[in-house]
């Protein structure tokens, strides 16, 4: 059994421990978190023979540390056998010294560059230790920043929030932050393995998601149903040929984007972009959120679909061009966990952009696993929150590495699936990387910090 992440409660909380299987006394990783403005220490490792192999040891908790990164990681330590998996396409069937290994068929493409950003001296906040960068990355840039510049002229665009933000404000602020160093990273270390065609897709989908999303969280639902009525109308697959074309430039390369896709799926003779159409307007159509939550679970099965998390799944689907279903028994439990590591991850990294934000009334909702986990558990503060939230996310990682190892031991998926189950892995890490390095959360300090 993997190293299982657990939260010490001395003086609630002052540690984070990843325990060997046997438990007793000693830690893989161990960091003191009792002082916020403490200089990062050394970390007591021990390592039982053949489990893990220890990269690096030195964390950093400390803003000063990681220029306002909070809970990072300073080097990777290996302590999860997916990695494994991961740079060698095998996985291990058993964790004793007679260990049996599953060859996984890899579908890896040459679209992508892989990464191992513990070696690049970035804080790592995550037990996942490798990433893949699209060698299209330049071609996904562009396409956003067209895209961008559609938005911030549009008179389409004109349409403000409650809070008197407009579509056109928020294109507008993004291309003078540097369209590449922002949110246009995702699709490039997400979403890394498509070809010029799927690649020039998911970087026009993922500005639609970040242009109408920052909308909505800026408005009530009535007035985001002017939003909904005009765009997120035009991203119906099966609109009458009247309406299948937009009026306006932005509804037309929302069509054109549509139909670009669907195409796409009939040329392969499967569904996979139908369903990153159906998860992205299931995403901009989901309910506010309720006045409180009863249990962390119930509140992370709302975050999920706020997240965008089956949409970034059925993104990984279409860039991969799988035949996977979201919905399959057999998967269900890695992706409910993979949805929780994106929930998470998202949050901790947004959480000072997410509180300011809410704070000076720019945003209605703050929707933040951060802000729920003091709630909840009556944290005194929320540098306790976000500690006790990081804990949360290295438990998540080691049940994610439990549920790798029991789908691949039952040996019951297709080479679709299997692929999915790895694919996700990378979509998991390059949403840490690009948590931790983009503008939208800070992320150009500490890319001066290391230059």
Known sequence: MPPQATVALGTFPRAIRICPPSGGNKFLLQTDLSDPEAEPGKVAVHVPPGLVRVVGVELAFSPRACEGKRCATRWGVDYLKLNQYIDSNVVSTSTDATETYIRTEDQDKDDAIPIHPPSLGLPWATGILHCRQSKLWKLSVDVAREALEEFATSKEADLLSKTGVSLADIAKQELQSNVEDGWAKFPIYLFSEGDEERTRLLSLINVFIFIFDDFWEATDIAGFSQIEGTFIRSMQPNLPPEMSRGKGTIQSIIRNSISDILALDKVSGKDNGRQMIDRMVQFFTRPP??????????????????????????????????????????IAKYVQLFSDHISVVNDIASWEKEKKAYDTGKVLYLINTVAEVKKLFSLDSYESAIRVTLGLQFHIECEIDREIQALIVDDHL????KQFIKSLLYAMSGNVLVSTIMTRYGGERLVRSLV
């Not at 709302?302 to 035949?323: I, K, Q, T």
């Not at 297709?414 to 699936?417: C, I, K, L, Q, V």
């Open 289 to 330: 959120p309720p006045d409180s939550f009863s249990t962390l679970r119930a509140f992370l099965d709302y975050r999920h679909e706020d997240a965008a998390a089956p949409h970034v799944m059925a993104c990984v689907a279409f860039s991969y061009n799988l035949d996977v279903e979201l919905q399959n028994p057999r």
């Open 414 to 417: 297709t080479a679709d699936e």
